[in-house]
C-alpha cells in the first residue's frame, strides 16, 4: 500500500513487539497531530444529544416527514433532511454540540481500539469490538450511553418503532475498503444508524473524489437492488444517518479513494421485533447460470488452436493424474501465442463487441460479452469451449463423462466477462454447485490482483453469519485479547503527545475462520487455462477489485464455462 506525504493515518499494520516507536521520528513519513487526551480530560467532555434536536417542534416535524416517506425534506433549523426513496432515511448533522468532542473520539479511536481486519468477498475494512466491551475507552463508552439514553428513545418518537437495544462498534476504511451491496437485513433489526467521524480541516465533509460514501440502491419488480446507485451520502464530521431496515434496505460504502484520511464511523443498529417475516419473505434465489448442451454442429481443429503439448498423449495422462490428486491445474500458453495475441487485441479494440453490465448489484457487478457480437478469434475460441471437440478434449483430461458413450446429457456454461475496477461478484451468486462441476477459467490481459477467484469449502461459514452478525457475534468475544503486550501501551499515557505516524490501536489478525475455508484461489496469468474440478457446494466469488489495482494495459478477460456430466 503506498503512502503519500499529506497521510495523517494509513492502514494500521502489526508491530512488532520489539519495534522502537520512535523509529520514523524523523523520517518524511507522514505524521499525525492528535493530542491524546488523558483519561481525566475524556471524563470531562459531555456527550449530549444536541439540544436542537429535542424541541418538540422539531421533533414533530421529524416524526411527520418520516411518516409521510416524501421523496425528500429538509429542516431549515437543524439541516436535518429526510428521504422517503428508496427506503426510508434521515440525515442529521451537529449530533453533538461540540467538534472538540467529535476530535477526541477520533483521538481515542487512533490511540486505544484495537482493530480487527474484516475481509471477505463483500468487504475490506478495519472493525472494533461492540462499544459495549471497551471499558478502557472512555469517550467511546459514553457515546454508547448517548446512544442509549437519549437516542434510543427519540428515535423511537421519531420512527414510532419500538426499539429494544443498541449495538454499536468503530469501522475504519482506509484507502482501497469497500463494503458492497447488502441490505443489513437480520434478526431484529430495526433501524441501522452510522455516525460520521471526519475533523479534519478543510476535509470535515468528504468529496466525491475520496469515495466513502454511502451509496443507497433502489430495487427492481423482484426486489434486487440496481445499478445505478440512487444516492450518495458523503462522509461528514458529526453527522448522524439512520434508515429503516428492511428487506430492499440496500446500501454499500463505496471505495475509500483518498490516501489522506481514513473513514471512521461508530455504526450499528437499533433492535426490535423480529424481522423473521420479512427475512423469510425477501429469500430470493440468486440468478444462475445458463447451461447448454456441447454446440455438435462445430468441430473446430485442436490443432489450430492449441499449444501442441496439450494436444500429446503423454501430457494429457499427465493432466489427468493431475487432476485426479489435486482437483486442479493451471495450464500455461494454452492456446498458440498466435492466437491468444489477436484475441487480446480484438478484445481491447473491436468496437463492435457489445458488453453488457451484470447485476443485481447484490450479486455481481462485471461486464459480460453479449455472445452474438462475437466475432474473428473470439468467436473461434468461444466456439472452440462449447464444442464437442472440447467436451472430448476434457474428458481425456479428467476422465469425467463428457463425451463419448457414457456421457448422457453433458452440458456447459460460458461466459466471455470483461473486469475494470469496482467491478466484483460475492459469494452465493448462483455460483453455489449444487453438483460436481468442472469449471475452466482462461484469462486474456491479465494484471495482478484484477479479477482473482477464490474457491471456498461447503463448510464455510454462511457469509451472511460473518457480515452481517459481526458486531453481535463479537460481543463478549475473546478475540479482544489484543497482540501481546501491545494493547497496554497507551493505558497510562496520560501526556499530552504526538501520535507516531499510524494508528496505535491493535490490530488483529485476519480472522482464520474465513482464511481456512479458502480452498483454491486463482492468480491471473495470460493465456493459462485454469481446470478445478469442484464438488456439490463448493463455491466461489471474484474478489472487488480496488482502484489500487494497476490496470495500466486496460480491462482483465476471463473465459469463464463450467461443465456437467
Ligand atoms: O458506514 C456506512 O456508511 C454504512 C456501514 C454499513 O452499511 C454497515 O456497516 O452495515
Ligand atoms: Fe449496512
Known sequence: MEKTKNSPVFKPKRRDKNEDLNEDADSDEPQIKFARLSDDQCDGLQLELNATYQQKDIIKWLQTSWEKQADAAKEENTGAQIFGEPFQICLMPDLVLSTETTKALVDEMVNKVRWSRKQMDLYEFYQSTDLSNMAECHLLTKFLQLLRRQVRPWLEQVTNLKLDYVSASCSMYTCGDY???????????????????????????????????????????EGFPQFPVQRKIAPKNNQFAFFKVGSRSFHQVGEVTTFDYPRLTINGWFHGATNDAIVEDSLRPFPRLNYVQPDVNKRPALGMLLNDVYLKAATRRSIQKRIEDNSEICLYEFFKREKFELARSQLLSDETLVWQRQGPANCHNYEVLDLSTASKTVEELLQLFRSNSMFDLLRD????????????????????????????????????????????????NAAEGAAVITYLSPEAEPRAEQINDSNEQMVGDSFNGGL???????DDDSDVEDVADEVDGDVEDIET??????????????NALNIVYRCEGTTKFTKYVSRNTPLE????????CSYRE
Do not use: M
Open 513 to 526: 475462520a474465513q482464511e481456512d475455508s479458502v480452498l483454491l484461489t486463482i492468480t491471473p496469468v495470460d
Open 553 to 560: 494495459t486496460g480491462p482483465v478477460f476471463v473465459i469463464s
Open 179 to 221: 463494503l458492497l451491496v447488502h441490505d443489513d437485513l437480520l434478526k431484529d433489526r430495526q433501524v441501522a444508524f452510522i455516525y460520521y467521524l471526519t475533523p479534519w480541516e478543510g476535509a470535515e465533509e468528504w468529496s466525491d473524489e475520496q469515495g466513502g460514501c454511502l451509496e443507497i440502491f433502489s430495487s427492481d419488480n
Open 397 to 444: 483430461f479428467t476422465d469425467l463423462d463428457l463425451y463419448g458413450a457414457d456421457a448422457i446429457t453433458p452440458t456447459c456454461s460460458v461466459e466471455l466477462q470483461r473486469w475494470s475496477h469496482g467491478n466484483y461478484t460475492v459469494l452465493g451468486d448462483g455460483l453455489i454447485s449444487e453438483e460436481n462441476t468442472l469449471d475452466l477459467v482462461y484469462y486474456l
Open 484 to 490: 501481546d503486550g501491545c494493547g497496554d501501551k497507551n
